[in-house]
C-alpha cells in the first residue's frame, strides 16, 4: 500500500499461483480452500461476511483460470524455460485473469459503497496491483523451486562475487532513482540505468540472476511509495502509482523475457 492506501502490488496471488504452476492437480483443493480461509480471517474486521467470501472467491477465481490456461496450453511441468511459456503465463495470467478478476473486485467494492474512486480506476488498480505482483513473484519461485529441484550447480567464486558486487550497485542505484531527491532528467537516466543492470542480470546470471534483480528493484521502489516518496512530477498519488507499476512490468518483462529467450538458444544448442 501506499502512504494514502492505494495498492501498489498484490503478492499473494503470485504465491498462490506458483504453487499451482509447480504443484499436482491433487494438491490444488487444499491450496484453493487454504486461500479461502486466508482471505476471510484477513477481510472479516473491515468488509461484510458475504463480502470478504466473495474477494476470497476473485482471488480463487483468478489464480485457478490462469494456472489452468498456463498448464493446459503450455505442458503439465511448467518452467520458464521456453520464451513461448513466458508468453502465455503473461497473457493467462497478468493479462487475462487479473483483469477479469478485477472486473468482479470493481463491482463488488462498487456495491459496497466505500471507495473513492469511480468504477474505471479501482478497476485498474486492482488489475495493475494482483498483474504486477503475479509478474514480479511468480517467476522468481518457479525458477527457484525448478533450480532446487534440478539439483544446486556448483557456482564459481568469481560469479558468486560478480553477483554480489552487482546486487550492491543495484541497490544504490535504485536507492538514488527512487529517491526523489533529484531532478527529473537525472530521474529519466536513472531507470534507465536499472533497465540496462535488468538485462545485464540477464545475460551474466539467467533466469534466476534476473528474477532476483527484478525483485531488488521492486523492493526498493514500492518501499519509497509507501513512504509516500515519489520520484515523479507529479502530485496525483493515483499516478504515482500507475507510472511505477508501468516501470516495474517494463523492466521485469524485458529483464526477465530476455533471460528466458538466452536460456532457450542454450537449451537448442546443447541439444
Known amino acids: 500500500m501506499s502512504a494514502q492506501g492505494i495498492a501498489i502490488v498484490w503478492l499473494a496471488n503470485a504465491v498462490i499461483l506458483a504453487a499451482l504452476l509447480i504443484l499436482p492437480y491433487r494438491q490444488w483443493p487444499l ?17 461484510p461476511i458475504w463480502s470478504a467470501v466473495s474477494f476470497g472467491l476473485i482471488n480463487i477465481l483468478e489464480v485457478t483460470l490462469a494456472a489452468t490456461l498456463i498448464r493446459r496450453i503450455s505442458g503439465e511441468h511448467f518452467d520458464f524455460d521456453k520464451l ?5 503465463f503473461l497473457l493467462f495470467g497478468p493479462l487475462i485473469a487479473c483483469a477479469i478478476a478485477g472486473l468482479i473486485g470493481a463491482t463488488i467494492n462498487l456495491k459496497l459503497g466505500n471507495s ?23 517467476p522468481m519461485i518457479v525458477v527457484v523451486w525448478r533450480f532446487f529441484e534440478y539439483g544446486i550447480p556448483k557456482i564459481p567464486n568469481k560469479i558468486i562475487i560478480e553477483a554480489t558486487l552487482f546486487s550492491l550497485i543495484l541497490v544504490l542505484i535504485g536507492i ?32 534466476l540472476g534476473a528474477t532476483f534483480a527484478v525483485t531488488i528493484v521492486a523492493t526498493l521502489a514500492v518501499y519509497q511509495l509507501t513512504q509516500g516518496i515519489y520520484p515523479y512530477s507529479t502530485k496525483s ?13 517494463l523492466i521485469s518483462v524485458v529483464s526477465v ?14 541439444a
Open 84 to 88: 513461448r511459456r513466458g508468453g502465455y
Open 176 to 207: 538514488y532513482a527512487f529517491s526523489g531527491n533529484h531532478e527529473q532528467l537525472q530521474f529519466l537516466v536513472s531507470p534507465l540505468l536499472l533497465l540496462s543492470l535488468g538485462v545485464y542480470a540477464a545475460i551474466r546470471f539467467g533466469v
Open 31 to 47: 491450496i484453493l480452500i487454504g486461500t479461502l480461509v486466508a482471505e476471510v480471517i484477513a477481510d472479516i474486521s473491515t468488509f
Open 237 to 249: 498519488v493515483q499516478e504515482a502509482v500507475w507510472l511505477t507499476q508501468e516501470y516495474l512490468a
Open 257 to 270: 523475457g530476455l533471460a528466458i529467450l538466452m536460456r532457450e538458444i542454450n537449451n537448442q544448442r546443447r
Open 116 to 138: 473513492a474512486l469511480d468504477y474505471s480506476k479501482f478497476w485498474l488498480i486492482w488489475w495493475f496491483g494482483d498483474a504486477l505482483g503475479l509478474i514480479l513473484l511468480t
